[in-house]
């Protein structure tokens, strides 16, 4: 392959990425949803030299620590009510939980992360 073709690859996985970043924090995507549209832009570079790929890959593991700007690690109340480990959340606290004496039972909730101030999932 002609390195001008594989820098024009590589242009379009970059862009392809960046947009599919954009779309993940507007429309809160599951980390899931997101490895599975990464491994369709991948799949368009299979033909390509190894650092065309290696290159988009740095760059999706870039945007991969930026999105944790927008994520806030949470805890599942039984009742279905988020419980938040982050200061500002618009969830409850965990804090009600440490302040009564009842940290311990946060061990027996489901904690994942969430985009921030929703009750999506990452």
């Given amino acids: 392959m002609k390195v001008d073709t594989a820098l ?3 242009k379009l996985a970059i862009q392809a990425t960046r ?3 954009r779309s993940a924090r507007v429309f809160h995507l599951s980390h ?3 490895l599975e549209r990464r491994d369709v832009i991948m799949a368009r570079l ?3 030299p190894r650092w065309v790929r290696e290159t988009v890959l740095a760059v999706n593991s870039e ?3 930026q999105v944790y700007d927008y994520l ?3 805890y599942m109340g039984k009742d279905g009510v988020l419980y938040s ?3 500002k959340s618009k969830h409850r606290s965990t804090e009600e939980f440490y302040s009564s004496g009842r ?3 946060l061990f027996h909730l489901q904690g994942d992360h969430y985009w921030r101030g929703s009750k999506d999932k990452f």
């Fill in 103 to 105: 940290g311990h039972e």
């Fill in 46 to 48: 299979d033909k390509c």
């Fill in 63 to 65: 945007y991969l620590h």
């Fill in 8 to 10: 024009n690859h590589q």
């Fill in 19 to 21: 947009d599919l970043w």
């Fill in 85 to 87: 480990t982050h200061k």
């Fill in 72 to 74: 806030e690690f949470c």
């Fill in 32 to 34: 899931k949803t997101i």
